[in-house]
């Protein structure tokens, strides 16, 4: 028989009953992670060759990007094509005529590159584009010879605005692309270049601009009746800026004209809903740009190209911007 003293001790040294129960609680299983959201913006391939200045459509899903100033400054008939499926960037057949600053739209399954300058001053040429044959083709010229404006396609029209020299600032022509001709337009109440814009509920919102200084001006035209009237200006005023149409929504990207940086050039990524004719700031560019243009692949809008200081410098970076889910200014 143990006596007191050795039951003290076995109980010390922790001999208790196998069923006493344990009474530290057993730690929960963890939560799974929350997913990270996307980034607003994306940096994807570059360009093959750097480019300001350029125009930018996209046909048959894929990104063309044409012509532009080259880093040495001279002037591009430069097709580069962007395969978002593979990723990647290839050559087309150059244009006939090399331009920078040209007006850049999509009709149909063709790619039309209006005007532009050639390096010594604008010029009125109409260039067609087929990307299955891959070939390149001459359309009835612009009757008013201008680069560093805007065009859209509403309807069965192609709708080029503005540009530059001064006596093109205010000039809006139509193409009719099944026809091969040119009609005159009521024009636009502000002359500038350097603009950009889009079509929303089939009107065309033209934005920003120059002479002398960056416009915040926002006119829209009607082609129901001809007419143009007034919006929203811009929050930033800028020139050299991009825009694009997602969601009904009106997106707004970089620019030149800043006094507030070294490089004079904008970050700013703005979107207009016109059921509220109000601007909303979003995510800025990581890389500020000028002498871009923007298209729409999916939920996503792409920026290739551009400048990175106010007047030259070419780069060859393309970023993609996520438009934000949600309702949409429809």
Same mark, same amino acid.
């Given at each position: 028989m143990?006596?007191?003293? #050795?039951? =003290?001790?076995?109980?010390?040294?922790? $001999?208790? %009953?196998?069923?006493?129960?344990?009474?530290?609680?057993?730690?929960?299983?963890?939560?799974?992670?929350?997913p990270s959201p996307a980034p607003a913006w994306q940096a994807l391939p570059p360009l093959l060759e750097a480019r300001q200045e350029v125009g930018v459509a996209e046909v048959l899903g894929r990104i063309y990007v044409v012509g532009g100033y080259r880093t040495d400054r001279s002037t591009a008939a430069t097709v580069e094509a962007y395969d978002p499926a593979a990723g990647r960037w290839?050559?087309?057949?150059? *244009?006939?005529?090399?331009?920078?600053? +040209? *007006?850049? @739209?999509?009709?149909?399954?063709?790619?039309?590159?209006?005007?532009?300058?050639?390096?010594?001053?604008?010029?009125?040429?109409?260039?067609?584009?087929?990307?299955?044959?891959?070939?390149?083709? #001459?359309?009835?010229? #612009?009757?008013?010879?201008?680069?560093?404006? =805007?065009?859209?396609?509403? !309807? %069965?029209r192609v709708y080029v605005v503005g540009g530059s020299p001064a006596a093109a600032g205010r000039v809006v022509e139509a193409y009719e692309p099944a026809t091969d001709r040119w009609l005159p337009v009521n024009p636009m109440p502000t002359p500038r270049n350097h603009v950009a814009g889009g079509v929303l509920g089939g009107r065309l919102h033209v934005v920003g601009g120059r002479p002398p200084n960056t416009l915040a001006a926002h006119e829209v035209f009607d082609p129901a009746n001809g007419s143009w009237s007034v919006r929203t200006p811009m929050p930033t005023g800028r020139?050299?800026? @991009? !825009?694009?149409?997602?969601?009904? $929504?009106?997106?707004?990207? &970089? !620019?030149?004209?800043?006094?507030?940086? +070294?490089?004079?050039?904008? @970050?700013?990524?703005?979107?207009?809903? +016109?059921?509220?004719?109000?601007?909303? %700031? #979003?995510?800025? *560019?990581?890389?500020?740009?000028? !002498?871009?243009?923007?298209?729409?692949?999916?939920?996503?809008?792409?920026?290739?190209? &551009?400048?990175?200081?106010?007047?030259?410098?070419?780069?060859?970076?393309?970023?993609?911007?996520?438009?934000?889910?949600?309702?949409? $200014?429809?």
């Open positions: 143990r006596g007191p003293a #050795l039951l =003290l001790a076995a109980l010390a040294a922790g $001999c208790a %009953s196998p069923e006493q129960p344990d009474e530290t609680p057993s730690p929960s299983p963890s939560a799974p992670a929350s290839s050559t087309a057949a150059p *244009m006939p005529r090399a331009v920078n600053h +040209p *007006m850049v @739209a999509a009709y149909g399954e063709r790619l039309y590159v209006f005007g532009g300058d050639s390096g010594l001053g604008a010029v009125s040429t109409t260039q067609e584009y087929d990307p299955r044959t891959n070939t390149w083709g #001459l359309k009835a010229p #612009l009757p008013t010879a201008r680069s560093a404006g =805007l065009a859209a396609v509403i !309807g %069965s020139s050299g800026h @991009a !825009g694009a149409v997602a969601g009904g $929504c009106l997106y707004v990207f &970089g !620019g030149e004209g800043n006094p507030a940086t +070294p490089t004079g050039v904008f @970050a700013q990524n703005e979107r207009y809903d +016109p059921r509220t004719d109000s601007w909303q %700031s #979003l995510a800025a *560019m990581p890389t500020p740009r000028h !002498g871009i243009g923007a298209v729409v692949i999916g939920d996503g809008i792409h920026v290739p190209g &551009g400048a990175t200081v106010q007047g030259f410098g070419a780069v060859a970076v393309h970023e993609r911007f996520t438009v934000p889910a949600g309702p949409n $200014c429809s």
